[in-house]
C-alpha cells in the first residue's frame, strides 16, 4: 500500500507535465495552472498515505523496495526502475511535494497574465517529478538520472523568460556548473560498479567496505562534488544567486524546498560511504562551514530582495552540510525541514512584494511597505525570525541541534561551532537589515507611487497567493516542535533506522550551544536596528570591504579568468592554427583540385564530331590490336 | 562452297570499312558524312552475310537485314535534319557545330 502511494506520488507530477503539454492550447492557461496544482497536490497525498502506512510498521519493517521493470541488464550489472521507500526518502517526499504543492498554487497568483502560463506549469510539475525521482531512487543510477533531470529542469525555469538574456545567462551557468556535479558524481558511481559490481544502496554499502580507503576516497569525493554543485555549496555556488532571474516561485521552489537540499540528502542517503570515508566527511563540514560564513556576509552588501534570500539559503545550507558532515544526519534533514518552510515563506512573502510593486526588487526603492501590507510584514518577520533561531520558532530548534552537534564533535567541531555563531549573527544582521529596510521606515517613493497615497489600495495578493504564505508562516512556527533536544525527538527516532548519528550532544551542550546562538543573533538584530531600523548611525565606510563583498568575493572573475578566458582563447587559438589553415583549408584544396581537373579534361572535349568518332575507331583498333594480341 | 575464299569477302569488308570511317573522319559535309555511315553499316552486313555463308545458318543474314532497316531510319532521320539546316540557311559544315566543346 505505502509503495503504490508512493509510484502514485512519484507519477502524479509527471501525468500533469505530460496533460498540460499534451493539450496545450485546448485548456485555458488557468486550467493548465489547476492541473499542475492538483497534480503535486496528489503526489502529496501519496506521501501522506506512504508516511500514515510507515508510521504504522515496526522500524525494521519501514524499508520497502519495488521494482517495476529491470531498466538497465548487462552480464553482471542489473539495474531496475526501483523505488525505495523508508523514513528519509518518505520525509522528503512530504517536504517536496507538499511545500512544492503550495508554491505552485501560489504560482497561480504570481503568474496570472505571463504569456506563457501553461509552459510554466509544466515545467514546475516536471521539476518536482524529476525532484521525487531523486529521493524516492531506489539505487545509485535512478538517483542520478532523478539528479539530472532537476538540473534540467532548473535550466528550464530559471531561463523561463528566455527573452531576458540575463535569464538565459543565469539558466546556462547553473545547468553547466551542476553538469560538474553530475560528473564527478558519476565517476564516482563507475568506481562503484567496478569494485562493487552494483548501483543499490544495501548491495554498495554493503560491499563498499571491501574496498581501497584511497578509492572509498574517491568515491565520497566524486559524491561530495555532486552534492556541493547543486545545493551550492563553495566553490561551486555562483550559479544560485544568478538563479534569481527566474520567477520568484521559481527560486522558492528550487532554493528552499527541492533542489538545493538534494545534497544534503544525497549526503544523509550515502553516509555509510562517507562514513568510511571520514576525511571527505569532514571536508563536507568544513566547506558548509566556509560557505554560512562567506554567503552570510555577501547577503549583508546585496540589494536584490530576492538574492539577499539566495544568499541566506547557502548560508543556511552551510549547516545543514556542518550538521550531516559531522554525522548528525537527523539534524542535519530536521533543519533542511524547517529551512524549506520558512525559506520558502519568505521567498513568496518577497514575491508578494515584488508582485505589489510591479517587479521591482531593489531594496532601496522599498521601505514602509509595513503600512501596506501588514500581514506581508508579519509573514516576514515570521520567516525572518524562523530564519535567525529565535525561539520558539522552528529555526531555533533545527539550527541549534546542529550547533550543539558541531559542539559534541571535539576540536574540528568546535572550530565548525564558531563558524555557526559567527553565522547566526551575520544571519541576524543580514535578516533583519532585509526586514527594517523594506518594511520600515516612511514609504519610500515607489511605495507611494504604486498606492497613490493611499494604503490597501491594491490589497496583498491575490488568495492563491496569500493562502500559501499563511500556511508556510504557520508552518514556519511550530514545524521546530516535532523536535525539543531532550524533551522529545520523534524526527531523530523516525531517521534513526536510517542514519544513525555518529555524534549525541549532552545536555550541557545542547544549552550552551542554544544560548549562544540565540545571543549572538540578538545582537546582530540590534546591529541590523542600529545602522537600519533606528537609523542612529551611518553605515562604516569600509569601501574596500564593500567593494570585495558586493563583487562576492571575486569569485565569478576569477572563474572568468581560469576557466572561461583560457578556454575563449584556446579555441581561438584552435581555429586560427588548425581549424582555419588545416581544416578549412584542406576542403577550399580539395574543392578547387577538383574543379582544375574538370576544366583540364574539358579541354579535351573539342565539340568536333570527328574528335569523338576518331576517338571511337581508334579505341575499336586498339581493342583489336589487344584481342589478337592476348590471343 | 563456290566461288572466292572468305578471307576475301571479309577483306572487302574491312577496305569498305575503313573508307567508310575515313569518311566520317575527314569529310565536313554533314550528307557525305552520312553516306560514309551507310559505307561502313554496308561493310558489316558483307561480313555478316559472309559468316552466315560460311556457316550456312540464317542468323547473320536477319541480322543484316535488320541492318538495312536501322541503315534506313537513320537516313531519314538525317537527311531530314540536313534538309532542315539547309532550309534554315545554315552552313552545311559539321565543324561549325560544336556545342559539346568542353
Given amino acids: 500500500m505505502a509503495i503504490q502511494a508512493a509510484w502514485i506520488c512519484l507519477f502524479a507530477p509527471l501525468a500533469g507535465a505530460f496533460a498540460i503539454t499534451v493539450m496545450g492550447e485546448s485548456i485555458t492557461r488557468r486550467t493548465a495552472a489547476w492541473l499542475s496544482t492538483v497534480s503535486v497536490f496528489v503526489a502529496f497525498a501519496g506521501a501522506v498515505v506512504a508516511f500514515v502506512e510507515l508510521l504504522g510498521k515496526s522500524a525494521e519493517e519501514r524499508e520497502q523496495l519495488s521494482t517495476a521493470w529491470t531498466w538497465l541488464s548487462t552480464t553482471n550489472l542489473e539495474i531496475g526502475m526501483t523505488l525505495l521507500v523508508d523514513p528519509l526518502s518518505v520525509t522528503m517526499m512530504l517536504i517536496v511535494s507538499g511545500v512544492g504543492g503550495l508554491i505552485v498554487l501560489y504560482s497561480i497568483g504570481y503568474m496570472d497574465g505571463d504569456p506563457e502560463e501553461r509552459r510554466y506549469f509544466a515545467y514546475m510539475s516536471f521539476f518536482v517529478f524529476a525532484m521525487l525521482l531523486l529521493v524516492q531512487a531506489g539505487n545509485f543510477l535512478l538517483l542520478l538520472a532523478g539528479w539530472g533531470l532537476v538540473g534540467l529542469a532548473s535550466y528550464l525555469l530559471i531561463g523561463f523568460w528566455h527573452e531576458r538574456k540575463e535569464a538565459v545567462d543565469a539558466a546556462k551557468k547553473a545547468f553547466i556548473m551542476n553538469a560538474f556535479g553530475d560528473a564527478t558524481m558519476a565517476l564516482a558511481f563507475f568506481v562503484l560498479i567496478w569494485q562493487t559490481g552494483s548501483l543499490e544502496f544495501g548491495d554498495v554499502f554493503a560491499r563498499a567496505e571491501g574496498m581501497s580507503s584511497t578509492l572509498l576516497n574517491l568515491v565520497a569525493l566524486g559524491l561530495l562534488g555532486g552534492a556541493v554543485a547543486k545545493s551550492a555549496q563553495i566553490p561551486l555556488h555562483t550559479w544560485l544567486p544568478d538563479a534569481m532571474e527566474g520567477p520568484t516561485p521559481v527560486s522558492a521552489l528550487i532554493h528552499a524546498a527541492t533542489m538545493v537540499t538534494a545534497g544534503v540528502y544525497l549526503i544523509v542517503r550515502a553516509h555509510p560511504l562517507f562514513e568510511l570515508a571520514p576525511t571527505i566527511q569532514d571536508l563536507a563540514a568544513g566547506l558548509g562551514a566556509i560557505t554560512l560564513v562567506v554567503a552570510g556576509l555577501i547577503a549583508l552588501v546585496q540589494t536584490d530582495i530576492k538574492r539577499v534570500i539566495a544568499y541566506s539559503t547557502m548560508s543556511q545550507i552551510g549547516y545543514m552540510f556542518v550538521g550531516v558532515g559531522l554525522g548528525a544526519y537527523a539534524n542535519g534533514m530536521f533543519h533542511l525541514m524547517t529551512h524549506a518552510f520558512f525559506k520558502a515563506l519568505l521567498f513568496m512573502a518577497a514575491g508578494l512584494v515584488i508582485h505589489h510593486l510591479a517587479g521591482e526588487q531593489d531594496i532601496r526603492q522599498m521601505g514602509g511597505l509595513r503600512r501596506v501590507m501588514p500581514k506581508t510584514a508579519i509573514a516576514f518577520l515570521v520567516g525572518s525570525l524562523a530564519l535567525v533561531g529565535i525561539p520558539p520558532l522552528s529555526g531555533f530548534f533545527s539550527k541549534d541541534s546542529i550547533l550543539a552537534s558541531a559542539l559534541a564533535s571535539g576540536g574540528y567541531g568546535q572550530l565548525l561551532f564558531a563558524a555557526g555563531a559567527a553565522g547566526a549573527l551575520l544571519t541576524g544582521l543580514y535578516t533583519f537589515r532585509l526586514f527594517f529596510t523594506v518594511f520600515l521606515g516612511q514609504p519610500s517613493q515607489l511605495v507611494l507611487d504604486r498606492d497613490h497615497g493611499e494604503p490597501h489600495h491594491r490589497g496583498e495578493g491575490p488568495w492563491t497567493m496569500t493562502v500559501p504564505v499563511a500556511v508556510l508562516t504557520v508552518l514556519a512556527v511550530v514545524g521546530g516542535w516535532l523536535q525539543i533536544p531532550d524533551v522529545w525527538h520523534p524526527f531523530g527516532d523516525w531517521l534513526h533506522d536510517v542514519a544513525e548519528p555518529l555524534v549525541e550532544p549532552s545536555v550541557a551542550q545542547d544549552l550552551l550551544a542554544s544560548a549562544l546562538a540565540v545571543g549572538v543573533a540578538l545582537i546582530g538584530i540590534g546591529i541590523a536596528w542600529v545602522f537600519y531600523g533606528a537609523r542612529r548611525r551611518d553605515l562604516p565606510r569600509a569601501a574596500a570591504l564593500r567593494d570585495i563583498l558586493e563583487h562576492k568575493l571575486y569569485v565569478d572573475e576569477l572563474y572568468d579568468a581560469v576557466f572561461y578566458r583560457p578556454a575563449v582563447w584556446m579555441a581561438g587559438m584552435w581555429r586560427r592554427t588548425i581549424e582555419e589553415p588545416l581544416i578549412g583549408g584542406s576542403i577550399a584544396g580539395v574543392s578547387l583540385g577538383a574543379r582544375r581537373a574538370g576544366s583540364a579534361l574539358g579541354e579535351t572535349q573539342t565539340g568536333y564530331l570527328r574528335s569523338y568518332a576518331l576517338a571511337i575507331a581508334g579505341a575499336a583498333a586498339v581493342l583489336v590490336v589487344v584481342f589478337l594480341a592476348v590471343q | ?102
Fill in chain 2, 1 to 102: 562452297m563456290d566461288g572466292p575464299d572468305l578471307a576475301w569477302y571479309l577483306i572487302v569488308s574491312a577496305i569498305l570499312f575503313s573508307i567508310g570511317t575515313l569518311g566520317v573522319l575527314v569529310r565536313r559535309s554533314p550528307l557525305i558524312v552520312l553516306l560514309s555511315l551507310e559505307i561502313m553499316l554496308n561493310a558489316a552486313n558483307l561480313a555478316l552475310i559472309s559468316f552466315a555463308r560460311l556457316h550456312g545458318g540464317h542468323d547473320g543474314q536477319i541480322f543484316a537485314l535488320t541492318v538495312m532497316a536501322v541503315a534506313a531510319s537513320e537516313v531519314v532521320v538525317g537527311l531530314g535534319l540536313i534538309v532542315a539546316m539547309s532550309r534554315r540557311r545554315l552552313t552545311l559544315d559539321v565543324d561549325s557545330f560544336r556545342l559539346l566543346r568542353g
